[in-house]
Nanobody, 132 residues
């Protein structure tokens, strides 16, 4: 059973930092791209960062460049999202998601996208609240 579990959310003051973790189980993590998404109250979900299965390609939403760092540890089946200089507008539920990449069976090189509809496996989400 494919499963993703986010952790590391919580309450942080404006200007602070937080690192979210995403633990994977039940599948070959090293063949899956990972995306981080968030949904703020009364807003549409948005993709903010993704990393290819090999870790060699990362993409960030234009609005988040410079504040986020996505990474992964395939040996531990973990993905991470480091968030710095947090603002109240970053308050949201954050989700990690996974999607299989076909490069291992002759598909295109490892890559990722920020489109949620491309991802088939999702975690339950972690609440991040930025407030003083």
């Amino acid at each position: 059973q494919l499963q993703l579990v986010e952790s590391g959310g919580g309450l942080v003051q404006p200007g602070g930092s937080l690192r979210l973790s995403c633990a994977a189980s039940g599948f070959d993590f090293e063949y899956y791209a990972i995306g981080w998404f968030r949904q703020a109250p009364e807003k549409e979900p948005e993709g903010i960062a993704c990393i290819a299965s090999t870790g060699g390609n990362t993409i960030y939403a234009d609005s988040e460049k410079g504040r986020l760092t996505i990474s992964r540890d395939n040996a531990r089946k973990m993905a991470y999202l480091q968030m710095n200089t947090l603002e109240r507008e970053d308050t949201a539920v954050y989700y990690c998601a996974a999607e299989w990449e076909p490069w291992a069976v002759g598909g295109p090189p490892a890559s990722c996208v920020l489109e949620g509809k491309k991802y088939g496996t999702w975690g339950q989400g972690a609440q991040v609240t930025v407030s003083s």
